[in-house]
């Protein structure tokens, strides 16, 4: 059956008849771990925006009655990272109502696509209408010919793929599932709608309950101008930026904070290249300002910027005084070859120290990702780069990544082309799993190399080193201790990323990947009460001695007055001294062609 051949019931509609209610139920998939358990936790720390965006324009939708003023539309929504996800009681759910609904996989990634077809396998044998969304289907419709296997997969079962964005779609999308006329596939990736004036991205609170501290999300904007070759954001939402209005904005956090909501992390790529990033952050001061007054929460936020936003004048202090209190940086490398390899050329290795520092002064937690595996990476260059990370640059925390070829980026589109070998399990294109060759690494070296990185990093020596300058700076000495836990314990403990992180691992029998046998009972129950048990124990061990060194930096009477490298104003003489700008031919290279650019800007200016 395909998804054009499912048939919604026929309805006789009198005056008296209670109205038909359609069935929405919105679900953002997790994915599998290495065992083949779906990665799930009694609290998540990330919440997603696709779940908030597409819900909201279904409420949109119900509340304009666009599909009938006599059809009702109930609407669910849940995050499998910290929601369980079963089948059978949406079959029987959609059952009560003659299957008249649509299941919506929104959101979903290149790894969480085989998750997402496991959880629509049954509901499309039971003849529930499903459709999945996000950034797997569109990136592949973007930038691969014809339908790949993993697609045709799920229009073989009657799935309907969504590619592109819904906004301004939602009402025709959900009149076709009323008709039985869904199509196989929807394509507006080269029809980009406009943010401004569309419905605000807001879960209502019941929704977010299993999230830390109640977190939700929020995109300002869409697309980046950048055109870095790892990335599918450029070839699903485009180069060109599209936001919401300040006024947007304004609204959605105003109604998150009447519900209570008051941790924000926005998703945009890059807010600082947002045109309309100072109206935005001055609404938003105004805000915080009213509701303080009220004795309201305050507003924190969480922003994801590039490495020459301090370039921006008034940028950072702005975003401080709106409630950033984190911010996301794309370091990626502090090599300028690989950065050029990546086509990331707006990395400028010279600006690092003066961005960090600008960030610091600013009394804003910085997280930095990094990647490695680019073609000019070895095990002991990678080591090498992290030394001096720690001690040239005031970063707080540093996360890693594998170079992934994920479909949709150019990446992958041009080792597609060229026939070169790339792993057929979806489930592994996480970021954190190596899934093609490397010119200077074998698959065992650079896994190892990736694993090594996050000890290296997070050293009793080094975290002491970093709660010892937030604290000379004014930093929150307790809340970076929480984040250094976090990151330094997931992998090491977990297995999985921070990002993919939370509270209370929750693993169930039954939830295991479709190509893999149940364990019996008697050999799963004791081994996870014996893993529970462990992870505990290396858990609070962990925190123990983290929590050691934080408590006697905070004792430490001449706190205040530590420096070190890292924290030393940028000077003229970095370029000569500091290995971040002479380890390397390449980063002298770097040094020499930003002089150049200053000599010229200067001569300029003065002519």
């Known amino acids: 059956m395909t998804a054009s051949q499912i048939s919604s019931p026929q309805f006789a509609a009198t005056a008296n008849a209670p109205p038909k209610r359609f069935q929405v139920a919105l679900i953002k998939p997790s994915h599998y771990d290495d065992d083949g358990y779906v990665i799930q936790w009694f609290r998540s720390f990330v919440p997603s925006n696709s779940l908030a965006v597409v819900y909201s324009l279904v409420e949109d939708s119900r509340q304009r009655g666009a599909i009938g003023d006599d059809v009702a539309i109930d609407i669910t929504a849940a995050d499998e990272i910290n929601t369980r996800i079963k089948p059978a009681a949406i079959i029987e759910r959609f059952r009560t109502h003659d299957n008249f609904g649509l ?6 990634q ?14 499309r044998a039971a003849g529930v209408p499903v459709a999945i969304g996000g950034f797997h289907v569109s990136g592949c419709l973007a930038m691969l010919p014809g ?5 045709q ?22 009149q076709d599932a009323t008709r039985g006329e869904l199509k196989p596939m929807y394509n507006y990736l080269n029809e980009l709608p406009s943010l401004e004036g569309a419905p605000s991205p807001i879960l209502p609170k019941q929704f977010l309950q299993r999230t830390y501290n109640y977190q939700t999300s929020f995109d300002a904007g869409r697309g980046c101008p950048y055109q870095c070759s790892f990335c599918t954001i450029i070839n699903v939402q485009g180069r060109k930026s599209r936001g919401r209005s300040a006024d947007d904005i304004a609204r959605l956090v105003r109604e998150n904070l009447a519900q209570g909501v008051n941790w924000f992390f926005m998703t945009d790529d890059n807010f600082a290249r947002n045109k309309d990033w100072e109206s935005i952050l001055d609404r938003l001061i105004e805000l915080r300002a009213e509701f303080a007054a009220q004795g309201g929460k305050d507003i924190k936020l969480v922003i994801q910027v590039d490495t020459l936003c301090h370039k921006i004048p008034g940028f950072i202090d702005k975003a401080k005084a709106a409630g950033v209190v984190r911010v996301f940086l794309g370091l990626e490398s502090i090599n300028p070859q690989n950065l050029a390899s990546a086509n990331k050329r707006q990395n400028k290795i010279t600006e690092y120290r003066g961005m960090l520092l600008a960030w610091k002064s600013a009394g804003v937690l910085t997280y930095a990702g990094y990647i490695l595996g680019f073609p000019h ?14 001690n040239e640059l005031p970063l707080d925390i540093l996360e890693f990544f594998c170079l992934t070829p994920l479909p949709g980026s150019e990446d992958h589109q041009t080792l597609f082309k060229q026939g070169v070998a790339m792993d057929a399990d979806l489930n592994r294109y996480d970021i954190e799993h190596v899934v093609t060759a490397h010119s200077k690494m074998s698959r065992a070296e650079w896994e190892g190399a990736y694993l090594a990185a996050w000890g290296a990093y997070y050293t009793p020596e080094h975290v002491e080193r970093m709660l010892r300058r937030a604290a000379a700076t004014g930093g929150g000495i307790s809340r970076l201790a929480s984040m250094i836990y976090l990151f330094s314990s997931m992998v090491v403990i977990e297995k999985v990323h921070p990002l993919q992180g939370g509270i209370l691992r929750l693993k169930r029998r039954t939830d295991r990947r479709s190509s893999l046998p149940l364990e019996p009972v008697w050999r799963f129950y004791p081994k996870l009460l014996l893993e529970g048990a462990s992870k505990l124990y290396r858990s609070a061990a962990h925190w123990l001695w983290i929590d050691a060194l934080r408590r006697k ?13 890292a924290l030393t104003p940028v000077g ?12 390397s031919a390449a980063a002298q290279q770097a040094v020499q062609h930003a002089r150049k650019i200053k000599e010229l800007t200067t001569v300029k200016s003065v002519a």
């Open 377 to 390: 990476d070895t095990p002991a260059s990678i080591a090498e780069d992290i030394a001096i990370i720690q």
């Open 572 to 583: 003229d003489g970095d370029t000569e001294e500091l290995e971040l700008f002479t380890h």
């Open 110 to 123: 290149s790894n969480q696509f085989p998750r997402a077809l496991d959880i629509a396998r049954p509901l």
């Open 153 to 174: 997969e799920a229009l073989d079962l009657g799935i309907t793929l969504y590619a592109g964005e819904l906004e301004g779609r939602c009402d025709a999308l959900l």
């Open 553 to 565: 930096v905070r004792n430490d009477p001449d706190r205040m007055s530590y420096t070190d490298t």
């Open 147 to 151: 339908i790949q296997p993993d697609l």
């Open 103 to 108: 299941v919506f996989l929104v959101g979903v």
